[in-house]
């Protein structure tokens, strides 16, 4: 099925006199008639629900219709992005493992990745995605065990161009680990071009409304985690009367890890009443999607050819640097999110943005509504001066998540906000 009935139909498919709509199973736990079936679950020879923490119906048809939009054979939803990008590198790595990241990502994960990731022992080179292959392999060392990029970076808008970290992961035996955030599954696929693992925070145009926190990570089911660098796929696991989750899981064993003992232990589990919400934002998000991309193509050309603007980044616009690459990864559109820089630097930015009428400033991207964030000052106030530089944010950038009101009416309010 295409990507619009995949949206609507995928994971949940009621049988009959069943409800129309996902419901809400909103149940700690699930009743079972034999302590043999119970035990069964738990040493996982039976599946099925027995703890929310682990699994939960409403949960479990939010996962599958997210991979089957991504073409992924399993999905796990975390309580927010920031749990999925955990989750997904602490799957694979330990204490004294080492892996690479493009530079210009989400500034929650340059902190995750260069501060709370080596408090546990695991450290993380940045590097320029844009470089060729050969510099980026220079950043690989014998205890790499991922590459890590984002498709459409949040706030640089550089595309990343996934065929080739793939290469440079699997040259070396390692898994791409790709956030694909921004174009969502809608505008592009990161396992098409060679991603193993995809996450997202669905909290942004997936959900779309600006309901819940979320996340979720998708496992391709193509990555061979049997290659001898990643013992804990391929020898028992002792917290399960000795599994080896390679051999009894196959294609589905970095999910089924990921939950079982991850999951299990840390606990970032999303409500039912929050995948429930997730799935209404998801039963539109091909509608959606090429609707953003169209309202911020026209917002990003107003703006280009605007004399209070310095730049605009936005993959759309023919003569952006990453217009190539964004035609060959994003040739449906390039979403709703731009960054500007306004004249007059910081003080510049800011009138800008208190002068708004109808976008509004929120700590937010990839809302239904039209808003707009000063990343300097705010998202990405832990960052150096180099961090910010290296993840390509001016102290004049403003960051606007171009919403569904009509076209017109959002580059009126923009244009009386840079007429102040
Ligand atoms: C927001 C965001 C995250 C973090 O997700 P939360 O749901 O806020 O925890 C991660 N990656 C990208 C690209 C994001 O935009």
Same mark, same amino acid.
């Given at each position: 099925?295409?990507?619009?009935?995949?949206c609507?139909?995928?994971?949940y498919?009621?049988?009959?006199? /069943?409800?129309?709509?996902?419901?809400?199973?909103?149940?700690t736990?699930?009743k079972?008639?034999?302590?043999?079936?119970?035990?069964?679950l738990?040493?996982?020879?039976?599946?099925?629900?027995?703890?929310? #923490?682990?699994?939960?119906?409403?949960?479990?048809?939010v996962?599958?219709?997210?991979?089957?939009?991504e073409?992924? +054979? &399993? &999905?796990?939803?975390t309580?927010?992005?920031?749990?999925?990008?955990f989750i997904?590198?602490?799957?694979?790595?330990?204490?004294?493992?080492?892996f690479?990241?493009?530079?210009?990502i989400y500034g929650?994960?340059v902190?995750?990745?260069? +501060?709370?990731?080596? #408090?546990f022992?695991?450290?993380c080179?940045?590097?320029?995605?844009?470089?060729?292959?050969?510099?980026?392999?220079?950043?690989? #060392?014998?205890n790499?065990?991922?590459?890590?990029?984002?498709?459409?970076a949040n706030?640089?808008?550089?595309?990343?161009?996934? /065929?080739?970290?793939?290469?440079?992961?699997h040259?070396?035996?390692?898994?791409l680990?790709?956030d694909?955030?921004?174009?969502?599954?809608?505008?592009?696929?990161?396992?098409?071009?060679?991603?193993?693992i995809?996450?997202?925070?669905?909290?942004?145009?997936?959900?779309?409304?600006?309901?819940?926190?979320?996340?979720?990570?998708?496992d391709?089911?193509?990555?061979?985690?049997?290659n001898?660098?990643?013992p /804990?796929?391929?020898?028992?696991?002792?917290s399960?009367?000795?599994?080896?989750?390679?051999?009894?899981?196959?294609?589905? *064993?970095?999910?089924?890890?990921?939950?079982?003992?991850l999951?299990?232990?840390l606990?970032?589990?999303?409500a039912?009443?929050?995948a429930?919400?997730?799935?209404?934002?998801l039963?539109?998000?091909?509608v959606?999607?090429?609707?953003?991309?169209?309202?911020?193509?026209?917002?990003?050309?107003?703006?280009?050819?605007?004399?209070?603007i310095?730049?605009?980044?936005?993959p759309?616009?023919?003569?952006?640097?990453?217009?190539a690459?964004?035609q060959?990864?994003?040739?449906?559109g390039?979403a709703?999110?731009m960054s500007? +820089?306004?004249?007059?630097?910081? /003080?510049?930015? *800011?009138?800008?943005?208190?002068s708004?009428?109808?976008?509004t400033?929120?700590v937010?991207?990839?809302?239904? #509504?039209?808003?707009?964030?000063h990343p300097a000052?705010?998202?990405?106030?832990?960052?150096?001066?180099?961090?910010?530089?290296?993840?390509?944010?001016?102290?004049g950038l403003?960051?606007?998540?171009?919403?569904?009101?009509?076209a017109?009416?959002?580059?009126a309010d923009?244009?009386?906000?840079?007429?102040?």
């Open positions: 099925m295409q990507k619009e009935t995949l609507l139909h995928a994971g498919a009621p049988k009959n006199g /069943e409800p129309r709509a996902l419901p809400i199973y909103q149940s736990t699930f079972y008639d034999s302590t043999k079936h119970i035990g069964d738990f040493d996982l020879t039976a599946a099925g629900h027995f703890y929310s #923490r682990l699994s939960n119906p409403t949960v479990d048809a996962e599958q219709k997210i991979a089957a939009l073409g992924g +054979v &399993a &999905a796990m939803c309580s927010s992005g920031q749990a999925a990008s997904a590198l602490m799957n694979i790595l330990k204490a004294g493992d080492h690479v990241s493009a530079a210009a929650g994960t902190n995750l990745f260069a +501060v709370t990731l080596k #408090r022992g695991i450290d080179t940045f590097v320029d995605a844009d470089a060729p292959a050969e510099e980026i392999q220079k950043a690989i #060392r014998p790499t065990k991922a590459v890590f990029g984002e498709t459409l706030p640089a808008l550089a595309v990343c161009d996934i /065929e080739k970290l793939a290469k440079v992961a040259d070396n035996g390692i898994p680990i790709i694909n955030t921004f174009p969502t599954p809608v505008l592009c696929r990161p396992i098409d071009f060679g991603a193993d995809v996450t997202h925070s669905t909290t942004k145009y997936m959900d779309g409304h600006a309901l819940c926190v979320g996340g979720v990570i998708v391709s089911g193509k990555f061979n985690w049997a001898g660098k990643f /804990e796929f391929t020898e028992p696991d002792e399960y009367h000795g599994i080896v989750y390679a051999d009894t899981f196959g294609k589905a *064993a970095f999910i089924v890890k990921a939950r079982v003992q999951m299990r232990d606990g970032m589990t999303p039912a009443n929050s429930f919400l997730l799935n209404i934002g039963e539109t998000l091909a959606r999607m090429p609707q953003y991309s169209r309202n911020a193509q026209k917002v990003a050309e107003f703006l280009a050819a605007h004399p209070q310095e730049s605009v980044a936005y759309g616009l023919p003569n952006d640097k990453y217009h690459l964004a060959k990864y994003l040739p449906n390039c709703g999110v500007v +820089v306004v004249k007059g630097g910081r /003080e510049g930015a *800011a009138k800008f943005l208190d708004l009428k109808l976008a400033q929120c937010h991207v990839a809302d239904i #509504r039209t808003c707009a964030l000052s705010s998202t990405h106030r832990q960052l150096t001066d180099e961090q910010l530089a290296a993840a390509g944010i001016p102290q403003v960051r606007i998540s171009v919403g569904l009101e009509n017109d009416d959002i580059i923009l244009a009386q906000a840079l007429a102040q």
